[in-house]
């Protein structure tokens, strides 16, 4: 792997907003180990100052990774400091706040996407623009409605919901942030259209993300369902299974991989993962601890109605990885659980 041809060479800044994040701080980890030098946004660098203590101390301690702060990234200029002399710009913060007021979360998740892309335009520096978005921008996966998502396929059912009229009640935190991701990719996208930058842009559409956390703030994000399951709370899952259950070490990968690799251009790649239900995590979790009480089945064995085209993805898995296609479910779940067994022990 040492040998691939680069978009831009080792020791080039990368930029990974929401770097104490989940997912931005596997990206993170995955450029650093590769040689390349991180700036990491977050809201409150004291919060997170975990990062330079001790995550990734030794980078930091040779001025390899550095953090920023970003209090709102909705703000116009908000990244302007942050971008000067990066490369690449790894886009994967985003409001979790699962808010059921569409006002209150699309706005701000689409401007956070328009205010980078508006600094990284000013930024001659800036060779590559990577955003995170989901399978949730493209589709509900669904056991009942078969679809095929390609470039062109949007998740409007979404928006529907999100918009419809008040009251905004709990209920409607999902939609609002799956309309969310639709919105802000396809101002993403429109940006790109009109605007021309002097960059790449690609995108990165996870699954439902599972896997390991790399730090126990993690573990108590929106985004960690792991813990709902391990917590015996499975009423929240019930309406996010079936799944395409990706890992985490999969989609930082490909976020390495959409930024390095010459190849890939104006892509939308769904990393979907494994297709699967949280009656089969439930399974995984009794043989590893069978001593742990665990909740019952409870989503009738069903799996998604969704295909897509993986060509691309699987074969920059191989080339960028050495994988043969995806992490297999019972390894992610593995290496997620061990970490909650060691923070959260329980007979």
Known sequence: MSSLETTVPKGSWVLVTGVNGWVGSHVAQQFLERGYKVRGTVRDPVKSSW????????????GDFELVRVTDMAEDHAFDVAVKGVSIIEHVASVLSFDPDPN?????????????????????????????????????PSPS????????????????????PPPYDPSRGSPVYMASKVAAEKAFWAFVVERKPHF????????????????????????????????????????????????????????????????VKDARLQAWGNYGNWDQVLAIARK??????????????????????????????????????????????????????????RE
């Open 145 to 164: 409605r078969p679809t095929h998502v390609d470039r062109n396929t949007w998740n409007e059912t979404a928006m529907e919901l999100a918009w419809a």
């Open 200 to 263: 790449t842009a690609n995108v990165v559409s996870p699954g439902l993300i599972l896997g390991e956390p790399l730090n126990r703030s993690q573990s108590d994000s929106p985004a960690w369902l792991l813990k709902s399951l391990y917590d015996g709370k499975t009423g929240s899952l019930t309406r996010l299974s079936p799944f395409t259950g990706v890992d985490v070490k999969d989609v930082a990968l490909l976020h390495v991989a959409a930024a390095l690799d010459p190849e």
């Open 288 to 345: 590893l601890y069978p001593n742990l009480k665990w909740a019952g089945d409870f989503t009738g064995g069903a799996t998604p109605s969704l295909t897509t085209d993986e060509t691309q993805v699987i074969a920059l898995l191989k080339k960028w990885g050495n994988q043969d296609g995806w992490r297999p479910l019972e390894v992610t779940i593995s290496e997620g659980l061990k970490s909650l067994v060691a923070w959260y022990p």
């Open 104 to 140: 209150k979360v699309i706005p701000t998740t689409v401007k956070g996407v328009e205010s980078l892309l508006q600094s990284a335009l000013k930024e001659p520096s800036v060779k590559e623009f990577v955003y995170t978005s989901s399978i949730l921008a493209a589709t509900m």
């Open 51 to 62: 990062l330079v203590d001790s995550l990734f101390k030794s980078h930091a301690d040779r």
